[in-house]
């Protein structure tokens, strides 16, 4: 809206505000992907560089602000860099918000998953999917702009559009495999011979690499005018000759690499080809993990099309290395913690690492999914080792659907009770109530201490009132015999020892405050 009233206006009092703030926007809190907002709370954009992949908000509806605000800076100021993030958000922020079937949207677009988050039909509040039903059939106006010189073209696929342009009729085809390939064949015709410029927009992530552009007869137009503000101009007089002009620019797969400050992805890589920003999901890798993976700085990365998959698309592949904690002593279920990490076994091995676009994840087997990829192996998270809890089938009363039974036993210490950058388990919204968490062996185990990391933070959930830990004996859950009391500190395990028993499952039950909710980090068990 501002940069609508500084373009009718010509008001120079807009303009230095909005220079500011898409400084700010999209040089500390944009992500690779186009999206913006990176906190849930108040659906807000957070500090600067504070861009958590996992928790990313990214609402759909964001980036396609994002886009139409960039769109009018375009307008505004004539410069490629705006349809940068345009063509960034159309590509990859945006079109993750919509399935491939067209009637299933993401409200929220995160970098990172653990599996547990999906497209839906329909939300309460539905603001996403009727933005994307408006902002798709809105694309083709924004694929050319005009000025008094010439004609702009800011967006490359296949199609022709009529320009009315100084009382002329100017049409512009293009035939074109934009974004799989870098080549663009243009056609330009005038219903009456003119002069102006054409203005072919060299993508920023065409940077440092050498895009070309030949003129074919039959055409007038001279030689290329020179790079202006992001823009090719071709100059020359136009007709009703077709004239031909070509665009083409080299795509190799490029290593992109966060600013320093953004702490979720130090030691990280993501991989983009052309305007593609691609991802690793779990059900095309051998070992089905991603968070595991890292990808070595001298991994050649290749590219292929499958026409058979996702619809036909680019995928990247490459040799990567899959780590794994070593299993713990025999007898100890206890999981060893990062805090001792020198005293932790990884094992690395070589597997292939397959990538999809961005925009396509979802569509299959559930799993997880990283754009963000560990280039240093020390950020990977090594494939837990078989402990007792990673030898259960978990289960809870309840479980918010944001959260995940699974962090019961994920191996991953919190650094906090209030630890919102990890996965955990609470029974929100449930409040008051007695709730119960469960572990169950297909065999019977030995076990006689569990440790216990309480969940709390600033909004519904407390640590509990009191708890309790039964086992299963039979069809029944007993109490077990404490050596101990049932500690809720937070910030830190509460253990307890009791009489050993050899059972098919343990189950805590937890007493939660009177107005309160309550949930669980991690939840140890010792043999």
């Known amino acids: 809206g501002a940069a609508d009233v500084a373009a009718a206006t010509g008001d120079p009092k807009y303009l230095a505000p909005l220079d500011r703030l898409w400084e700010n926007t999209a040089g500390r809190k944009m992500y690779i992907t186009g999206g913006v907002g990176a906190r849930h709370a108040g ?14 908000y990214c609402e759909t509806c964001a980036a396609i602000g994002n886009a139409l605000w960039n769109s009018r800076m375009n307008l505004l100021r004539g410069d490629a860099k705006y349809f940068d993030v345009v063509e960034k958000v159309i590509y990859n922020g945006m079109l993750s918000g919509v399935s491939m079937s067209g009637d299933r949207f993401f409200y929220v677009n995160p970098l990172a998953s653990r599996g547990k988050h999906h497209r839906q039909e329909w939300f309460g509040t539905a603001c996403c999917p009727s933005n994307v039903v408006r ?88 030689p290329i005018a020179g790079n202006d503000r992001g823009y090719q101009r071709v100059s020359g007089r136009w007709g009703q000759q077709a004239s031909a002009v070509t665009l083409e620019m080299p795509m190799p797969v490029k290593r992109v690499y966060a600013d320093g400050n953004v702490k979720a992805d130090a030691g990280r890589v993501a991989l983009q080809r052309g305007p593609v920003v691609y991802c690793a999901e779990a059900v095309d890798q051998p070992g089905k993990r991603t968070y595991d993976l890292s990808l070595p700085k001298s991994a ?32 100890d279920g206890n999981l060893v ?5 020198e005293k932790v076994e990884v094992a690395s091995t070589e597997v292939p690492v397959m990538l999809v676009p961005y925009y396509a994840w979802d569509h299959r ?38 959260d995940t039974v699974e962090a019961l036993h994920d191996q991953i210490e919190p650094a906090s009770s209030d630890d919102h950058s990890i996965p955990r388990m609470t029974w929100w919204p449930k409040v008051g109530t007695s709730e119960w968490a469960a572990y169950e062996w297909d065999k019977p185990m030995k076990v006689g201490s569990v440790e216990v990391y309480w969940f709390q933070d600033s909004a519904g959930c407390r640590l509990p009132e009191s708890w309790k830990l039964e086992y299963r004996d039979g069809q029944e859950w007993k109490p077990v015999e404490p050596a101990g009391e049932f500690g809720v500190k937070g910030n830190g395990f509460n253990k307890v020892a009791f009489k050993a028993v050899t059972t098919t499952g343990l189950r805590m039950v937890v007493k939660l405050k009177e107005k309160y909710s309550g949930g669980v980090m991690e939840w140890r068990v010792g043999g």
């Open 43 to 56: 659906e807000a954009f957070g500090d600067d560089y504070e861009l958590p992949n996992e928790s990313a």
């Open 135 to 222: 902002f798709l059939p809105s694309i083709p106006g924004l694929a050319y702009a005009t000025d008094d010189g010439g004609i702009y073209v800011n967006l490359y696929a296949t199609g022709s559009a009529t320009i009315d342009f100084k009382g002329a009729k100017v049409t512009i085809a293009q035939k074109t495999n934009y974004p799989w390939e870098g080549r663009v064949d243009l056609t330009v015709t005038a219903d009456r011979p003119m002069d102006f410029d054409l203005r072919l927009r060299i993508p920023g992530w065409c940077e440092g690499e050498k895009a070309v552009v030949t003129v074919g007869a039959p055409t007038a137009a001279t």
């Open 300 to 331: 050649e990365v290749k590219s292929e099309f499958r026409k058979d998959l996702l619809g036909g698309v680019m995928v990247l592949t490459s040799t990567g290395l899959s780590h794994a904690r070593k299993a713990p002593k025999a007898g």
């Open 337 to 341: 913690q990062p805090a001792q990490a």
């Open 365 to 402: 087997a559930a799993g997880e999914m990283q754009v963000w990829l560990a280039e240093d192996p020390a950020v990977a998270l090594a494939t837990p080792a078989p402990t007792l809890p990673g030898l259960a089938k978990a289960s809870a009363s309840h479980c918010y659907d944001r």
